[in-house]
């Protein structure tokens, strides 16, 4: 939006959210009467203001909508012109109508964008008659006609989702069409003109989420100078500032937090109206409809759970009987009894009684069904007054593209996987509560893990849990990451590997609940973070653990698969070999500088990602061999990539030129938020016969290749590889040896490995 009557408030930062909007609309309305003035006041017609111009939410870049209506007499083209070109001279972007009352009320009937914006009309300019007849007219209709429009809205909406995501899962929502966004709330304030339906303390919290949305909308226009509803990486720590906020990751805290409260809003309004339409005409009252109790506390009817009159609201745990009671009725909470739980809170006794803690597990074990209800007490405060620690992990955001989830529904999540995974433990109560406390610690300052310990110790004790089992579950948060952190970026076949995660688990017990918690919070935390590679990994992991924590020989855990005897016998008659099969790709040939290097570069060159790698020497023959991401849609086209790796290693291929260029052509913004500086970790523990060198490091185009370049640059021998990708960033492990085949502990070496290697990750090619 241009021109010079807005300039000021463009830059008085300290003007806001809905006072911004306020201001900037009546700015524009005494524009619009300046005009409509100039044009000579023409009787029998006004400007109408529709839509977010109507609603009083205009942003910096928002389209003016607005109607020119008029009577039949009237000679309409002449006055358009008078007032369409000097706003459209002003740069504002306009959005406009034209017609009588009947040709735009005929028009709504057919079309749902126009019979919404309708619904915010207000006279700005001309007979103000008119404008209000319309607009009672057009609230009439839309109430006559609301089952059409409301059908017509769900359809619209599920693709709204599917094209825009949830904005409080996203990390660069949009704020406006996706799920949970100022949209969603739009259609709620619809649908309360034909039947009012939100409860007070809906309507209250829905008021507060579109202030914040709205607020962040006009900092984003602002910041951008244009129409641009997605909250982008690189914008968010600028927004954050105007609004004040202490940083990017308080302000996404707050546009989740708003986000689901205007989803959870919405999902309770569509279910009301769903029981109204299946009991009976959509104007009766849904307060006379008969309830069944089920148990003292508590009915139900037509799928609705809640409290019955005589309900003894200072029992601390009756929301905890009333969320199992839902579940298994397949039932929802009824929100006006929410209200009154809320409103009653009593204290939870310092140590809970063992019927509370069976009622808890017993709602984390519902699996699915426990989300969505477990969301409900949260909203209410529920769960955070039975689990204190809970509230610092609400609505708060993980910040990169790993994560699909803000932390407390991330946990949520897992914990709705664990359930399914119980057959598989002895203690299936401590697998789907430490799913659910797993991550607990990211809601304090300091490291998770350890922050996670002390808090669900003593949240253990509290539940009434024996010492043994409160160590199980500090145990379980303590090594929640070590099965799948070991299993991508180890060496399985290392006796020191399983040793090392042998000596740390130390009971079958706790190794089986991580096994399971491993799977749950893989699977919880995105579609990059659970695969077949990984689980195959973890499994392994696993079963050579087990095999010596059961009293096997470390030394004979399982017959090392690496190299093969067949391969063995191919690298001793001095064969070259370079054959793909599938998704993976073997490499015999003669040893020289860089073999591993200059592979990795061609697969990197033909946009395979490496998810894994496995290399030998012996007698001055080299053995790699290289597993690749897999492609739905193809097979590498592994007769190309061969004859490239020959022409690389016989150095007869511009490898580095070449990917320079792809670099160039590929490059994309990172989509974590934090990307953290590349650095190498040195480990001369785990291994008893080689030293791994961890590097973790922004991804792209040829990251393999740059970090393996370094180590050929100094004679290293790479033994062994494990490749991971985590959202925007890698991970990679190395088992390197030194050119006289020893691990390397002298620590002026391995200084100058790590300055090679940073220096590779950081020049261009």
């Not at 023409?42 to 009577?71: F, M, N, Q, W």
């Not at 006055?79 to 034209?98: N, S």
């Not at 792809?662 to 989509?671: K, L, N």
């Not at 291994?687 to 973790?696: N, P, Q, R, Y």
Request: charged content about 25%; overall charge negative.
């Amino acid at each position: 939006m241009k021109g010079l009557f807005i300039d000021d408030l463009l830059l008085e930062g300290s003007t806001t959210g809905s006072i911004f909007c306020a201001e900037l609309t009546k700015r524009v309305d005494q524009f619009i009467e300046e005009i409509f003035e100039a044009a000579g006041s023409p009787s029998e017609t006004a400007v109408c203001a529709i839509g977010g111009y109507g609603r009083k939410e205009l942003c910096p870049g928002s389209d003016i909508d607005v109607l020119l209506i008029h009577d039949q007499s009237v000679d309409v083209l002449p006055i358009a012109e008078k007032i369409w070109y000097p706003l459209w001279d002003a740069g504002l972007k306009l959005g406009h109508q034209v017609g009588t009352q009947e040709e735009i009320l005929n028009l709504a009937e057919s079309s749902l964008e126009t019979a919404t914006s309708l619904l915010s009309s207000r006279a700005v300019a001309g007979d103000n008659e008119i404008v209000d007849l319309l607009a009672e007219r057009a609230q009439e209709q839309w109430i006559e006609r609301f089952r059409k429009y409301l059908k017509e809205l769900g359809s619209t909406v599920e693709d709204r989702y599917t094209q825009y995501g949830e904005v409080a899962f996203l990390l660069e929502p949009e704020l406006k069409q996706g799920r949970g966004g100022l949209r969603d709330a739009h259609i709620l304030q619809w649908m309360e003109i034909a039947e009012p339906i939100l409860i007070t303390s809906e309507a209250t919290v829905l008021l507060d989420a579109v202030e914040t949305l709205l607020s962040v909308r006009v900092e984003l226009h602002r910041v951008t100078g244009k129409r641009s509803d997605r909250l982008l990486l690189e914008l968010q720590d600028e927004v954050a500032e105007q609004l004040k906020y202490k940083n990017a990751d308080e302000l996404m805290g707050a546009v989740a937090n708003a986000a689901r409260v205007i989803t959870w809003t919405g999902d309770g309004a569509a279910r009301r109206i769903e029981r109204i339409r299946q009991s009976r005409p959509i104007r009766k009252s849904l307060g006379k409809l008969r309830n069944t109790e089920i148990a003292p506390d508590l009915d139900l009817d037509t799928g609705r759970l809640g409290l019955t009159q005589k309900a003894d609201t200072t029992d601390p745990f009756l929301p905890l009987r009333a969320a199992v009671a839902a579940t298994k009725c397949g039932a929802y909470l009824e929100r006006a009894s929410l209200e009154k739980l809320a409103e009653s809170k009593t204290e939870i006794p310092q140590i809970w009684p063992e019927e509370a803690r069976e009622l808890f597990i017993e709602l984390l074990m519902s699996g699915p069904d426990a989300v969505p209800i477990i969301e409900d007490l949260d909203q209410y405060g529920l769960f955070s007054h039975l689990i204190p620690e809970w509230e610092s992990c609400r609505s708060k955001p993980q910040r990169n593209a790993y994560h699909m989830f803000t932390v407390d529904r991330h946990l949520l999540e897992t914990v709705s996987v664990a359930a399914g995974l119980t057959a598989t433990v002895d203690r299936p109560d401590l697998l789907v509560l430490g799913a659910l406390l797993h991550d607990i610690g990211k809601g304090f300052p300091g490291d998770h893990t350890e922050i996670g310990m002390n808090l669900v110790e003593s949240i253990a004790k509290r539940m009434g849990y024996e010492n043994n089992d409160v160590e199980l579950l500090v145990g379980m948060i303590e090594h929640h990451l070590l099965l799948p952190d070991v299993a991508t970026r180890r060496d399985l076949d290392d006796d020191g590997t399983i040793k090392s995660v042998a000596s740390a688990v130390k009971t079958l017990s706790l190794l089986s609940l991580l096994d399971a918690l491993t799977e749950a919070d893989s699977i919880a935390t995105g579609s990059s973070a659970w695969s077949t590679w990984k689980a195959g990994l973890v499994r392994e992991l696993v079963a050579r653990v087990q095999h010596v924590l059961s009293g096997g020989n470390i030394g004979d855990v399982v017959e090392t698969a690496f190299p093969s005897r067949k391969q063995l016998d191919v690298m001793a008659t001095g064969e070259e070999v370079f054959s793909g099969d599938k998704f993976e790709l073997t490499v015999i040939t003669n040893d020289r500088p860089g073999v591993f290097s200059k592979i990795a570069g061609v697969l990197a060159l033909n946009g395979h990602d490496v998810i894994g790698a496995d290399a030998f020497s012996e007698a001055g023959r080299a053995l790699s061999v290289f597993s690749v991401a897999e492609k739905t849609y193809e097979l590498p086209k592994w007769e190309e990539i061969s004859l490239q790796v020959k022409l690389a290693l016989d150095g007869r291929l511009a490898l580095a030129a070449r990917l320079g260029e792809r670099s160039r052509i590929y490059t994309s913004v990172s989509t974590s938020a934090k990307p953290f500086e590349p650095k190498v970790e040195v480990d001369n523990f785990t291994s008893d016969f080689a030293t791994v060198l961890e590097v973790s490091c922004p991804d792209g185009v040829g990251v393999l290749y740059r970090i393996t370049r370094a180590f050929a640059e100094l004679d290293l021998n790479i033994v062994r590889a494990r490749v991971q990708t985590l959202g925007s960033d890698v991970v990679d492990a190395f088992y390197v040896l030194d050119v006289n085949g020893r691990k390397i502990e002298d620590p002026d070496h391995l200084e100058e490995i790590e300055l090679a290697v940073l220096r590779w990750l950081t020049t261009d090619l």
